[in-house]
């Protein structure tokens, strides 16, 4: 009776002691030191899922499709997150070849290119992620303010600095910190 319990465990369990372990027939024996076994759907496809690589070894590279961009490493991503701040690539080649970002006339663009409104530069909160709308070179009391309207066409700039929509004007609720949003406007 034991023999034969002994013989249904070493058929459901993997071997101990150092000896391989025994992967499903669905599953891709990637082999080295820890053995892993992964769908066999994964092997090609770009990516290494086994610790080694063992499962993207000896593989053509793999066709991305018209809406996919191919990393360096052969891994296929979509083509929308090429150049969006963010390493999708094992190898982060999606970042590679981006061009500098570039902020509107009324943005401020931080060192980390990061673009925050010019409005927040210098007002002792840290918008950038880097910070690097507080330095103390940039912010220091000899450094002027931009006098410049910092607001767009389809904005009202506020006397206290702040950019509201335009149709927030003049519509009997104060928006601008300094209400004058509702100054001057036509009674009816």
Do not use: Y
Not at 63 to 91: N, P, T, Y
Not at 100 to 121: D, E, G, H, Y
Not at 122 to 148: R, Y
């Amino acid at each position: 009776m034991w023999s034969h319990v002994q013989n249904i465990i070493s058929l459901n369990c993997p071997k101990r002691h150092g000896m391989a372990k025994t992967c499903r027939p669905s599953e891709f024996s990637c082999g080295g030191r820890l053995n892993q076994c992964v769908p066999k759907s994964w092997k090609c496809d770009g990516k290494a899922d086994c610790e080694n690589s063992a499962d993207e070894e000896g593989c053509d590279p793999r066709r991305c499709l018209d809406v996919e961009f191919r990393c360096g490493s052969g891994q296929c991503v979509s083509a929308a997150f090429v150049c969006d701040d963010e390493r999708d690539c094992d190898d982060g080649s999606d970042e590679v070849f981006c061009p500098p970002t570039t902020c509107s006339s009324s943005s401020f663009r931080c060192n980390n290119a990061q673009c925050v409104p010019r409005l927040w530069v210098c007002d002792g909160d840290a918008d950038c992620a880097d910070g690097s709308d507080e330095l103390p070179q940039k912010c220091s009391t000899g450094t002027p303010k931009p006098t410049k309207n910092p607001c767009s066409s389809m904005e009202f700039h506020c006397g206290s600095g702040e950019c509201i929509h335009i149709s927030w004007k003049c519509d009997g609720g104060d928006d601008c910190l300094d209400h004058s949003d509702e100054k001057n406007c036509c009674k009816k």
